[in-house]
């Protein structure tokens, strides 16, 4: 285990440097000075030239690559252009929040996905199963942004029942900032008031994120409960009388956590993908609305920086899930053990 | 040449009776046939859509502030936007942009992906395979609307760069899909022979293994124009695609958010028509799939 945990680090590491390359290639393959952009029209001629050698933009790609590479390997991601601080230090302020919504969104699409792949597992046929395949088909092929409109629409804006856009309406204090998580600091501080709002707040946009994971893990579950109940062990525990709510949870939902854990991997790289939408809607002040907006500036170093911080988190997800999925799965981990 | 005329004629009725199967195992799901049909009226109002929408001139920086936010009419029948133009004729040309792009892009990115996955597949084993994958990994190594928002950024963000952006991060997925597929056909009998008889290495790859690839393939793209025209809209949604005036349905979605709820019709309109392409290139895929199931085994 150990041996194939390296060897997938290893793997990562390589990749990752891959993608260094790539992201850093383009961004300064793409027409335009950087140290002029930095500086802005006004600078002279003179104050340009000594940024450009400061930032090595005189010396060959490589060389300019070597540099980047060990700033960037010692934390420093540059200066963006956006909010004239350093990158490192705008994704200390932006990830928590980001963080706090995938979390959400993963909670409520695991909780609600179950729920219904068993429910429509179950009851195979019936009314239910077939309105679940319908909307869960129909969940996938909706973009996340239309989900996320839609939702604003008729919850917040027509029927009012829950509140428009941000984290925290304008007139409440922030909590002192410990972690970054609202819903933690407001508990440690011990304002529950906040702590409610806070969560309101959070409830649409970990909607519109879950919407199209929960069609996929309900799927997934269902086809899985449909494959383990017409084996013979099953009928087994039917035979002998043990209510239908232990056969259900004990026996038949065992199996498709190992298809679920799969999935939620994959779906990893999607969530953080459609989260740059959600918060774009709901002007949530996270990572990837910090991203869309560095984007929208054409702010070169932040860019970079986003991209490499989502292939790292991308790469170390990916490795958590394969090793969770040997622990839980003993034919896998034989297998990799042989091979 | 009589015999040979019959031998073409024979090919001929067994690929129809091939493709008469097909379209029954398609046509077996109501649904399958449902999709086509919206897919054929897409792309028709799509191709001539400045000859059949109501205000043609209003897909491109018209204003008449007179009839700014009028709600759907017989006039208008998804309304008006807020500069007074005509939703369903921006709709109407908003699937052109669509469509293109995701022409465009599968053009761009299915023959490098099929290559590369070709090359990699029937080299596997030495370097060339390595260096190949790795490659395709890299790009992989970030979501591909990620990597696709980030590439269209630092180009100028305009139709044209959104769609090569897009390909940029699609074609990996083809050459995984294609790579997969030649390691498993390399090492088939008919495969093998023809190397001994001296078949040169370009007939073994294109006329040989990539045809038993189509299947899969042919749902893959079906599927995937859904995706990439999804992706397009997303991009424009940003920010990061057509720009204004151009009528890209992403656009439109985020011009008439900034409207609601009082205008709902200038942005519920373009997104229910990003749902239903998507929704209809899904349910052929599906179709697709069904039609050439039993056509692997």
Redesign the interface.
Known sequence: MVVYIVKRLLQSILVLLGLSLLIFFIARVVPGDPARAALGNLATEEQVERLRAEMHLDKPFFVQYYYWLVSVLHGDLGRSLYTQRPVTEDLMQFLPATVELMLFATLISLVVGQTMGVLSGYFRNSWFDGMFRVVSYVGVATPPFVIAIFLLFVFSQLLGLAPGVGRLPLTMMEPTRITGFLVLDSLIAGRLDVTLVAIKHLLLPAFSLAIAHIAQEGRITRSSLIDVQQKDYILAHQVHGIRPAKVIFKYLLKPSIVPTVTVMGMDFAFLLSNAFLVEVVFMWPGFSRYAVNAMLSKDLNAIVAVVLVIGLTVALVNLLVDVTIAFLDPTVRIRRRGG | MNSRAEATLAVWQVRWKGLSRGWYRYSRNPLHVVGLVVLLLIGLAAGLAPYITPYPEHAGPYTNFREAGLPPSKAHWFGTDRVGRDVFTRVIFGYRFSLLLGIVVLAISVPVGVLVGLIAGYKSGTWIETVLM??T???L???????A???????T?NLFNAMLAISISWWPWYSRLIYGMTVSLREQYFVRELELTGASKTHILLREILPNCLGPLLTKLTLDM?FAI?MG??LS????GAQPPTPGL?TM?AEG?KR??AE?WS??FP?LA??GV??AF?LVGDGLRDAFAEEEV
Do not use: K
């Open positions: 790795r490659v990994d890299i790009f190594s970030v979501p591909p609307l990620v990597l928002m980030a590439v269209a950024a630092m180009l963000p859904g999804l809209a997303t949604f940003v920010g990061l992403g979605v958010a609601l709820p709902w942005t519920i997104a990003i749902v998507i929704l899904n």
